[in-house]
């Protein structure tokens, strides 16, 4: 009797089994068609983390909204009723993973880590889910008895999502995070208004710093076009770390991360021409502020405080450019890729303060026309230009040197047959704050108070000719002169606020053509200043030799 009951209780276990493998055929169904249905439109998600924060889509795919959702309902419907032994199931293909899991009222929370479940091939880059215990509190609530099933999707694509996905890239250059949509779902309940958040945490292989992220959810029937849209309504986006993005969301459905560019992006073709100019240009002007340099040293004159003014304000230039063609030529993160930023970051802060320098020396001349002499002036002025910059790196340095190191800029890539995002790096400022402050910040004031000083002297020149007929020569020099101090109070760095919309693509040519050529025009200014002066003083040796002659 023994023997037959040991058979009988195998036959059972046996039954049983193959009654789950056969129940959980059906989720496999649904997940395979899906599949095929990627396939037939030629649509993949990138086969693992690149060396680039870069996601390719079609612009063109035959995409069928409805047939998704069907699809997707499908596997919902199949995975809430299918039955299995133990409390969990675990079903994956290439690019969709299921978990299936049995609760009772007595639950107390659940985190799924990627790093403990079954590996999905097309799954690279970690990821998990944490649930509170409040999850069943309302479902135990209206049903007390009974067993609640919590289902969850992974699809490591982004193909079932693509129409909101597409009109995204077309209308701002956003894109789903590592193509990865992650669901979850409590029976047929609609979960919301969670007291303690779901946490989904996404994490990439490279620093998502360029990018601003957003926590967003599959927000159904919110579209006419689409089965539905991405919303960022009920969750709330952190990042621990630079390549980790924390969701803490209120309720239960599908959650993706949306990155947008922080941003304009370069587009691709025009980064080489860009890059020519810049280097053509910081390379003329490292020669013309070498040569200014080694003039007003070979003149061997002591030179009054303007000439002084110059030639520190030739030095800084000296170094921005110096230390501009240098940063990307640096390997990756590491001691060197920091003091080089550091480096680079005190040249930018030393030529604005000196540039401020031209504007607040200017003021003098032409408010305090007599009486401007300062005890140790420039002895003062070296303080502010060199000492100040100086101060600010190395106390940012010594409060966090992480501020310094690879900073990634987007390149917009438009290719035959997509539409992609790549990442260029120099060694520059890190921090977002620091860049606004004590880059963008700093250098508004430094042009917003040379502009004033700018309109100031053009409106000292004007009243000055008011009053007389102006002769064409002397019209024409004057012109020179406003063009000339334009270009030494720095005024063209303001059009680094021009940098959106339509303004992008003239500003970036701009921009590039005029700072690049910054030491060069400075060489010009330093030519013609010193051509007039030695007119000057020609014109006074004639008039002294003619009043001798008359003697």
Same mark, same amino acid.
């Given at each position: 009797m023994d023997g037959w009951r040991a058979f009988f209780l195998c036959l059972c276990l046996s039954t049983a089994h193959s009654e789950t493998v056969e129940a959980s055929q059906e989720p496999l169904h649904w997940?395979?068609?899906?599949?095929?249905?990627?396939?037939?439109?030629?649509?993949?998600?990138?086969?693992?983390?690149?060396?680039?924060?870069?996601?390719?889509?079609?612009?063109?795919?035959?995409?069928?909204? #409805?047939?998704?959702?069907? @699809?997707?309902?499908?596997?919902?419907?199949?995975l809430l009723n299918t039955s299995f032994g133990g409390k969990n199931l675990t079903l994956q293909t290439h690019s969709i993973q299921t978990l299936a899991f049995k609760l009772g009222c007595d639950?107390?929370?659940?985190?799924?880590?990627?790093?403990?479940? #079954?590996?999905?091939?097309? =799954?690279?880059?970690?990821?998990?889910?944490? @649930?509170?215990?409040?999850?069943?509190?309302?479902?135990?609530?209206a049903r007390r008895h009974g067993e609640?099933?919590?289902?969850?999707?992974?699809?490591?694509?982004?193909?079932?999502?693509?129409?909101?996905?597409?009109?995204?890239?077309?209308?701002?250059?956003?894109?789903?995070?590592?193509?990865?949509?992650?669901?979850?779902?409590l029976g047929q309940r609609h979960v919301k208004n969670l007291r303690e958040p779901v946490n989904i945490?996404?994490?990439?292989?490279?620093?998502?710093?360029?990018?601003?992220?957003t926590c967003v959810f599959w927000k159904e029937e919110a579209s006419k076009d689409h089965w539905g849209v991405w919303s960022p309504e009920g969750c709330r986006t952190e990042q621990p770390s630079p390549s980790q993005v924390l969701c803490r969301c209120n309720h239960l459905t599908y959650f993706a991360v949306l990155m947008q560019l922080s941003s304009a992006p370069v587009p691709a073709n025009l980064l080489a021409p860009l890059t020519y100019i810049s280097l053509v240009g910081c390379s003329i002007s490292i020669v013309a502020s070498l040569l200014t340099i080694l003039l007003?040293?070979?003149a061997r004159k002591q030179g009054d405080s303007i000439t002084h003014i110059h030639m520190n304000l030739h030095a800084s230039v000296l170094l921005l450019n110096v230390a501009f063609l240098l940063s990307p030529v640096l390997p990756g993160p590491g001691p060197a890729c920091t003091a080089m930023g550091a480096v680079l970051h005190f040249a930018l802060l030393s030529c604005l303060t000196w540039m401020a320098i031209e504007g607040f020396n200017l003021y003098l001349l032409l408010v305090r026309v007599y009486n401007i002499y300062i005890r140790r002036y420039m002895l003062k002025l070296c303080a502010v230009g060199w000492g100040v910059p100086a101060l600010l790196v190395l106390?940012?340095?010594?409060?966090?040197?992480?501020?310094?190191?690879?900073?990634?800029?987007p390149v917009f890539d438009s290719q035959g047959n997509g539409t992609g995002f790549q990442n260029n790096s120099i060694c520059w400022v890190r921090s977002p704050w620091v860049h606004n402050i004590l880059v963008m910040g700093y250098g508004g004031l430094t042009s917003l108070f040379n502009l004033v000083v700018l309109a100031w002297a053009l409106r000292a020149v004007r009243r000055l000719r008011a009053q007389e007929k102006v002769p064409g020569p002397r019209a024409c020099r004057d012109s020179v002169t406003v063009l000339g101090l334009t270009m030494l109070l720095g005024t063209t760095w303001a059009l680094a606020f021009f940098s959106f919309g339509v303004f992008l693509l003239p500003q970036l040519f701009l921009f590039t053509i005029f700072?690049?050529?910054?030491?060069?025009?400075? @060489?010009?200014?330093?030519?013609?200043?010193?051509?007039?002066? #030695? =007119?000057?003083?020609?014109?006074?040796?004639?008039?002294f030799s003619s009043s001798q002659t008359m003697l």
């Open positions: 997940m395979k068609k899906l599949e095929d249905m990627a396939k037939e439109n030629n649509v993949t998600s990138p086969a693992g983390p690149r060396k680039t924060a870069r996601t390719v889509i079609p612009k063109e795919v035959s995409v069928e909204p #409805e047939l998704n959702k069907r @699809f997707i309902r499908s596997l919902e419907h199949s639950f107390t929370g659940l985190t799924l880590n990627s790093a403990v479940l #079954e590996p999905v091939p097309q =799954a690279r880059v970690p990821h998990a889910m944490q @649930f509170p215990a409040e999850l069943t509190q309302d479902a135990c609530r609640l099933r919590l289902i969850c999707i992974y699809f490591f694509t982004g193909y079932f999502f693509q129409p909101a996905l597409l009109l995204s890239f077309q209308n701002n250059n956003s894109s789903l995070l590592n193509n990865y949509v992650l669901g979850a779902q945490s996404f994490w990439h292989n490279r620093s998502l710093e360029g990018y601003t992220v007003h040293f070979q106390l940012l340095l010594v409060v966090r040197s992480s501020v310094y190191g690879v900073h990634t800029i700072n690049s050529l910054y030491g060069f025009f400075l @060489f010009l200014w330093f030519c013609s200043q010193r051509c007039r002066s #030695e =007119a000057v003083v020609e014109a006074e040796m004639e008039a």
